[in-house]
């Protein structure tokens, strides 16, 4: 999972429990945005601060706009977008000549891939990604190499690995219409097993288009020596038909949901997920903080209270899922061989009844409100960083977000926190998980 849109996606810092004085915000991240004829949204960062250029591509489709008999699409594509597109048989060796590193990640709502290269080798990137924009080099051999190496992700880290399949179960207890109920991996080995290269391509064309992309460049780059060149690329590549999703929303959860597993795993855990607002809604800053005063490192509530005071566990955590759709606000917690699942669960309780009940102290607010300015300015020192949030804040309708949200968090109240904890963390919104280990 990432942490899309508060930080770099996916990228968490060093603990800064430490720092207690106050950061002043970095200048605001410039821009220039174009779209392309053929729906291509494009975002241009100048920073001359690096020798460097990073290319971020953002497709907006991930595992929610899958159906429930074929998942893992989404995440398959992650990896056949590295298998060859039509006049490229090798994504990588190209971009290694120039000097340049490449990944990718899939989530629940979009497919991300991104390079960083140096400035005056930045066409290499342009070519290889507008190539597999293009069309891949599908074949019966390339979809099989790449399903087996999904296959054996899925068995190595989802049915082999202690607590793999939590997301499997969290997520088909916590919706029972939205799409959200399936993990990016995928529901079940075997969608990915009887794929067809048909139904492969089909998903491609549907979703791998222009005008369904946003492409960020960041770094040592001006839009005057930029455009031109994407324009050269990108310009001629065919707009798909416009994608229309008809996502059926999850329904209010009005009673409590309970699971319990057992497994041979090291410890026993403890998970509660909440069901919480979507990353549009206004409540989604005062959310996000709660999470922070919960488990902002050693100095959140959690940690202090149930594993340096009470001893109750031996870690615990609690995040959210930073969804473009109504989320989960989850608690994890991995206990300590003594203690028995229901004091530990009822502790959690106590500690999270304390924040509906009782407005946060100032001092803690603005402690929490440190931590997450020094993560912003952190997330703004790489150009890459900035590309994807520049990517992921036009996703959500206007990449400047990526500049006033950090207003947002600093302006959001104790009481605002406390409406966020009264409407997320109450029990018939919540569904737990025991995953008990095998003599427990």
């Not at 804040?393 to 406390?418: F, H, W």
Request: hydrophobic share 35%; charged share 20%.
């Amino acid at each position: 999972m990432f942490d899309a849109g508060k930080y770099a996606l996916g990228t968490r810092y060093p603990d800064e429990q430490a720092i207690n004085f106050q950061l002043h915000l970095p200048p605001m991240v410039s821009y220039k945005y174009y779209q392309l004829a053929n729906g291509l949204q494009v975002i241009i960062h100048e920073d001359n601060t690096t020798p460097l250029a990073a290319v971020n591509l953002l497709y907006k489709v991930g595992a929610r706009d899958e159906v429930e008999s074929k998942t893992g699409f989404a995440h398959l594509f992650e990896h056949l977008m590295f298998g060859g597109s039509v006049h490229i048989p090798s994504f990588d060796e190209p971009l290694q000549q120039a000097g340049g590193e490449n990944n990718a990640f899939t989530s629940n709502d979009i497919t991300n891939y991104y390079e960083t290269l140096p400035t005056q080798n930045l066409e290499t990137a342009f070519w290889l990604e507008s190539d597999r924009m293009r069309s891949l080099a599908f074949s019966p051999n390339s979809l099989e190499v790449q399903r087996k190496v999904v296959s054996e992700e899925f068995k190595e880290h989802y049915i082999n690995q202690p607590y793999g399949d939590v997301w499997h179960k969290l997520r088909a207890m916590c919706y029972t219409t939205h799409s959200y109920k399936w993990p990016t991996i995928g529901k079940e080995l075997k969608h990915i097993e009887e794929a067809t290269l048909e139904e492969v391509k089909s998903f491609y064309f549907r979703y791998y288009r222009p005008n369904n992309a946003i492409l960020v460049v960041a770094g040592q780059v001006t839009p005057e020596r930029v455009m031109p060149l994407i324009e050269r690329y990108f310009g001629d590549i065919p707009a798909g038909p416009p994608v229309v999703r008809n996502i059926l929303p999850e329904p209010p959860q009005t009673a409590a949901r309970r699971q319990t597993v057992h497994a041979n795993v090291p410890v026993s855990c403890i998970y509660k997920a909440y069901h919480m607002c979507g990353r549009l809604d206004p409540l989604y800053f005062a959310t996000d903080l709660l999470s922070d005063v919960l488990s902002g490192g050693k100095s959140g509530r959690l940690y202090q209270r149930l594993v340096k005071d009470h001893q109750l566990f031996s870690e615990i955590d609690a995040y959210q899922t930073s969804s473009l759709d109504p989320g989960l606000f989850v608690i994890e917690g991995k206990l300590l061989p003594h203690v028995s699942m229901e004091k530990a669960e009822q502790a959690i309780v106590a500690e999270l009844n304390k924040v509906t009940t009782e407005l946060i102290a100032e001092e803690e607010l603005q402690k929490v409100k440190n931590r997450v300015e020094a993560q912003m300015v952190f997330a703004e020192v790489e150009p890459l960083h900035k590309a994807m949030n520049l990517a992921y804040s036009t996703l959500l309708g206007d990449p400047n977000l990526m500049n006033t949200d950090k207003e947002k968090y600093l302006q959001v109240s104790a009481q605002e926190i406390r409406q966020a904890a009264l409407e997320v963390l109450r029990e018939e919104n919540c569904s737990t998980l025991y995953y008990l280990r095998s003599n427990e």
